[in-house]
Structures are given as C-alpha cells and as structure tokens.
C-alpha cells in the first residue's frame, strides 16, 4: 500500500516484475497517492504525479521548471558536459521560446514527410534480411538500425560514417555492465563527431537539418554553436531510443491482440489510429523530464516545496480510467488525448517524424509477415533494466 503524501515512506520497486509489468504500480499509485514522494533505485528523492488531470495540468505550468538550476540538488540523473546541454530538454521560456521558434522553421512538415521514402527503402532493406532467415530479433535486426539510420538521414551524416555513429550511441544507451565508464567516452566521441560535423555543414551546406539549423535565423537572430550542437544530441537521443522502444513495444502489442492486428491487415487505414492507441498503451518514456518548481506550489492538493524534483508519469495518467474508459483494452477507436509527446509548449518537436517512422516500420512488418508470432514465450522476453524507458531487450518471433 502507498501511503506517501508528505514525507518520503517508499523506495519505487524497480525489480524484475516492474520491468515486465510497472502498470499495476502505477494503478496502485494513481488510486492510493497520485502524489507521491518516493525513492529512486539511484537515491534520488522525487515527487511522482500519476492522475491525468495533474498530469496534463503539471505539463503546461510554466512554475515547473526544465532548468536544473532551479533543482535543489538532490536530482541525479544523466550529466552531459556544457555543450550538449543547452538544448529544449533544459529550457524555459524565454530561451526556449526563442529556440523553439528558431528550430521549428527548420523541422517542417515537408522535410519530414520528405523522409519517407527512405524510412521505407531502409526498413525494406532490412526486413528482406530477416526474411531470408525466417526469423529475426526485430529489437536487434529491425527497430535498432531503423532509427539510427533516419537521424542519420536527417542530420546529414555521411553513409561512411553510419555504423561508427551507431556504435556510439549504443554504448551511450546501454553501456556494458563492466564498464560504466563507456558511456561517458560514447558522449564524448559524439560530442567531437557533431562539432566536426557542423563544421563541415557550414563549409559546404547540404539538404539536411543541420543545414538547415546553420542557416536559420530570425530578426537576426540564429542559434549558438552550443545549441546548435545540443538541439543535434537531443535529437539524437530522443529520435533513436524512443523510436526503436515504441517500435518494439507496438509490435509486441500487436501480437498479444491478434484480434487489432488482423483488423489492420483487413483495412490499413486503421493503422494511424492503432500506432496513437498503442502510444498511449507503451509510451516509451513513461517517465516526462524532471520538473523543478520555481516556488512552493501543489498538485493534485499536494503541497510541492520549490526546488524538490517532480516526476510526471505519462504511463500512468495514459491508463488513467478516468480519461480512459477500459484503459487496458487496445481500442483504436476511443477518444481522449494521450500525453505520450506531452503538451503545451513542451510539446515534443519531433512528434510528426515519430509517427511517420512508427506508420512504415509497424505498417510494414505487418504487411509483409502474415504468419508472424513470437519465438518465445512472453513470459520470457526480457525488458531494458530502467524506469525511466519502457523498452525490449529483444524480440525474437518467427516470420513464416
């Protein structure tokens, strides 16, 4: 039982059954104290906010800091040197209004939609190898190299350089047991990498969002070298992680609901629906960034002090009964807004490239594999060790 409005009772059990399963958690936490002050595995104190009133409502309140200058120290999460960090994960209002505005000039509709050809050229390219085998890992085979490749595409980085630049951001993610260190030596390897790359793109232009970046100005005004490299590394991050995770956990839903993935082959102009229900069912960050209160404020009738760290659980307030009726049931016919890509002027920037990406790599898996089912059982698939990302480890199935 929760319990845990005020002091700090309780340690969040991110043990093994969490991993395959946190919703029941979640449920718990969202009935007994959808505010909740809880103890992360690394120490760290948070507040967790699980109702999708206060969810939604934390979203848009501008007394919710992104900057970590307003925390009050206690918040351990993920240290990148200075410049990688001046990106919109990081900003308020008005740096990241000024940048925002800057950004999206850039990441418009058409070059976003101009991408699709290649999304399905790779994701083809891809599955005709995992065919020819009869089976495939699709984590490892498909919804890895999937993304890398599109950011790559889309930041412009030379076709040599690909399988490097995916290395690093392997190890970035998930480094190995024996050497945390590695991580850290990934970061900087990119880090160097972008500030060769954006160099190169100033010298010689090409069609590509960094380019694009480069040459985009307002009144005047441009992005720093510093946000410039920082706006490439967050889309780096967020574009590949959350996508290979969201790609993997919907072909998993997908095959745990035979009954939806036989209407989408039937008609595949369901499958729009299905991908934003399937967002909502396994967003792939369950966790929002962390938000710093600028002052002494409550939630949900819960008094936050300024400066504590707030976690806003999107997987919990997506299964909110309350919002969502039969929240468990996968119906991509049901209204009601997901807050998988947030809301209010945090609203992820890349959330149209997310759904294209999720459209041909799930629409194209499902066309093509008539006869696909899982090569192990469910029970034992094995899930990514965090709270913070709701991904597989791998996905073996069988394609004929």
């Known amino acids: 039982?929760?319990?845990?409005?005020?002091?700090?009772?309780?340690?969040?059990?991110?043990?093994?059954?969490?991993?395959?399963d946190p919703y029941p958690t979640y449920e718990q936490l969202r009935v007994q104290a959808p505010v909740c002050?809880?103890?992360?595995?690394?120490?760290?104190?948070?507040?967790?906010?699980?109702?999708?009133?206060?969810?939604?409502?934390?979203?848009?309140?501008?007394?919710?800091?992104?900057?970590?200058?307003?925390?009050?120290?206690?918040?351990?999460?993920?240290?990148?040197p200075?410049?990688?960090?001046?990106?919109?994960?990081?900003?308020?209002?008005?740096?990241?209004?000024?940048?925002?505005?800057?950004v999206s000039q850039?990441?418009?509709?058409?070059?976003v939609e101009s991408l699709r050809p290649r999304i399905q050229e790779t994701a083809d390219a891809l599955l005709d190898a995992a065919a020819a085998r009869g089976s495939a890992d699709l984590v490892r085979d498909y919804a890895g190299p999937l993304p890398v490749a599109v950011i790559c595409e889309l930041l412009g980085v030379p076709a040599a350089d690909r399988d490097e630049f995916r290395s690093w951001t392997d190890t970035m993610m998930t480094p190995p047991a024996h050497d945390r260190?590695?991580?850290?030596?990934?970061?900087?390897?990119?880090?160097?990498?972008l500030e060769k790359l954006l160099a190169a793109k100033r010298a010689e232009p090409g069609d590509d969002l960094l380019s694009a970046l480069i040459a985009v100005r307002d009144d005047g005004d441009r992005l720093s070298e510093h946000e410039l490299t920082s706006l490439a590394f967050l889309l780096l991050l967020a574009g590949y992680e959350n996508t290979v995770h969201a790609i993997g956990?919907?072909?998993?839903?997908?095959?745990?609901?035979?009954?939806?993935?036989?209407?989408?082959?039937?008609?595949?102009?369901?499958?729009?629906?299905?991908?934003?229900?399937?967002?909502?069912?396994?967003?792939?960050?369950?966790?929002v960034l962390r938000r710093f209160p600028v002052e002494d404020l409550t939630i949900g009738g819960v008094p936050i002090p300024r400066g504590e760290t707030v976690l806003l659980v999107v997987a919990a307030?997506?299964?909110?009964?309350?919002?969502?009726?039969?929240?468990?049931?996968?119906?991509?016919?049901?209204s009601g807004s997901h807050l998988t890509f947030g809301h209010g002027i945090h609203f992820c920037l890349a959330a149209s490239l997310a759904r294209t990406e999720l459209d041909v790599a799930i629409g194209t898996v499902v066309r093509r594999f008539p006869a696909l089912r899982l090569a192990v059982p469910d029970a034992e698939l094995g899930w990514r060790p965090s709270f913070r990302t709701r991904g597989l480890a791998s996905l073996p199935v069988l394609l004929t």
Not at 4 to 12: D, K, Q, S
Not at 57 to 68: E, G, M, V
Not at 317 to 334: I, K, L, M, S
Request: aromatic content about 6%.
């Open 37 to 80: 002050r809880v103890r992360l595995p690394d120490g760290s104190p948070v507040w967790l906010v699980t109702r999708y009133s206060d969810v939604r409502a934390a979203l848009a309140d501008q007394r919710l800091s992104l900057d970590k200058r307003n925390g009050d120290g206690s918040w351990q999460g993920f240290s990148l």
């Open 1 to 20: 039982m929760w319990g845990c409005v005020g002091e700090m009772t309780a340690a969040l059990p991110v043990d093994a059954d969490f991993l395959r």
């Open 317 to 334: 307030a997506n299964r909110d009964p309350a919002e969502f009726p039969a929240p468990e049931a996968v119906d991509p016919q049901r």
């Open 82 to 102: 200075s410049a990688l960090d001046a990106n919109l994960g990081n900003m308020d209002p008005p740096d990241h209004t000024r940048v925002r505005r800057l």
């Open 249 to 287: 956990t919907g072909l998993l839903t997908l095959l745990r609901h035979p009954e939806v993935l036989a209407q989408v082959r039937a008609d595949p102009a369901r499958l729009t629906a299905t991908i934003e229900e399937l967002l909502r069912l396994e967003p792939p960050s369950p966790v």
């Open 106 to 111: 850039a990441f418009t509709p058409r070059r």
């Open 181 to 193: 260190a590695a991580a850290a030596r990934a970061v900087g390897a990119i880090h160097a990498y």
